[in-house]
Structure formats: C-alpha cells, structure tokens
C-alpha cells in the first residue's frame, strides 16, 4: 500500500511520498492490502476507515505505479501503456465522506462487457482527501499547516496466464546490531504476478527443523526484474547444518511453492 501526505503551509507545497504496507501509518485505513480480478471473480471491495476526530472528505481515483525491486514509482508513460489496468475497470462511489469512527465500502469491477488483454494489468486504487487545518509545534513556536492525505492499493486484473517465481542471490547478512538476516531477491518468471511469504528455516546437524523467519506480504510483479527480500531472524550466530529457505503462495496462491532452496551452513570459526 502506498501512502502520501501532502503538507500546505501560505504559498508553498511540500510534497512527501512514504510506502508502507501498514494503514495504521496515518489517520486513515485502507483494507485489504490487494485486490485480483478476473472473469471468474468481476468484483471485490475496499473498506476505508476513519479513525481520525475529524471529518474526511474523499475522492476516488486510479494511478498507475511501477513495480522497483524495494517499492513502487510513478509508472512512464511508454510502460502504463502496457501496464493500466484503469481501462478495463470501474470504481464506486468516485466520493464520499467519513465522519470520525466511520467506514466506506469502496467497488472495484470489471466494466460490464469489457474483454480484458491476455497476461495481467495492474493500477492502484487511490483514496485522497482533503487537507485540514492541522497546527505543528517546533520548539515554542506553532506551525499551522494544511494536512492532505492521500492512500494507495492495487487492483490485479488477469486473464490467461500463470504466476512463477525464482528465488536469487541468497546471502547471510548482519544489521546494524549485529544480528544475522537473510537477504535475497525473488525474479517473477510467469504472465501473472507472485504473492506469498519468504519462509526460513534451519536444520541443525542431528537436530530438528526450526523456524528463523518469516516475511509476509511479498509481491513480484512482472513489470520488476526483481523484488528484493529480508528476513531478521535475532540470531547473532547459526551452528553447522542447513539453511532452507521458500518462497511459499499465499491469498489465491495458498499451497503453491513457487521455489525452494537449501545451503549447508559450516561450523562457526571459534580460532
């Protein structure tokens, strides 16, 4: 999900751009995080929540971003010529208001009659509203400023086609406290896109499997080479045996591996 603020003070406009896949980021909910199309399922819903002490005013719209290796950007425009799936697709209600504590169902269909391209489109229903009066405090001054909030998910359109992905460059790294996570990058491989969890697992010698990690949420759109992946685990050492990680489907992918790999992992050097 990506999430803008956009922030007004007299004259000038300062634009800040955040991703996040948590709604609880800002005054403003957004769920569920994705929404797939097709001819079997034409339509599904967004619900949009305010959980905010002010009244929302919002409109509906679509943008098309593309798919980076850590996110999403604004798409060019050669590539949203094969990327938007807006044109096959219908929204309602285009506005609506929320009080505070209130909750709008948000349609997103197939346009009655539309044969949607073979493969898969994609466009993000954006979810914007009105900026308010919104007072800053620095120091021992106050800063009023104009408060917009803008929200973002994707809507998946396919027709024909499979999803496949590959799991690349698998590397041991250590974050800035020293801990150890894995970092790899998933190549998509298939006409449809991938969703699903990075699952790590270790196998000590003459000891059982246990769990390190688990990543959610993880997409590899066709329109990226690669999604890059890390998964913490709050170890600051492995012992000798083996590291497997998979990339395992989940929502309509639930119960596909897209792919699989194990490496051995060698004693600690203790000289």
Known sequence: MAI???????GGLLALVMFSI???AADMGLAPLRQVLSAEHPSGQFVVSNPSDRI???RVSWIDLAATESGYEPAAPELRETLSAAPWLVVSPAQFRLKPGGRQ??????????????GERRSHLLIETEASRTLIRKASTGLQVDVGLGMSAPVILRNDGKAGAKIKDVKLLRDEDGLLMLDTTIEPDGQWSSFGRMVVTFTPKNGEKELL?????VAGFTDAKSRRVTVPFGFVSLGAGELQVRYEGAAEFEGVVFDERAFDVA???NG
């Open 267 to 269: 004693p600690p050097d």
């Open 4 to 10: 803008a603020k956009t922030l007004r003070h007299w």
């Open 213 to 217: 990690g688990v990543r959610e949420n």
């Open 22 to 24: 948590n709604p609880a």
């Open 56 to 58: 929302m005013e919002a």
């Open 105 to 118: 169902i948000v349609t997103v269909r197939i346009k009655d009659g539309a044969e949607p391209p073979r």
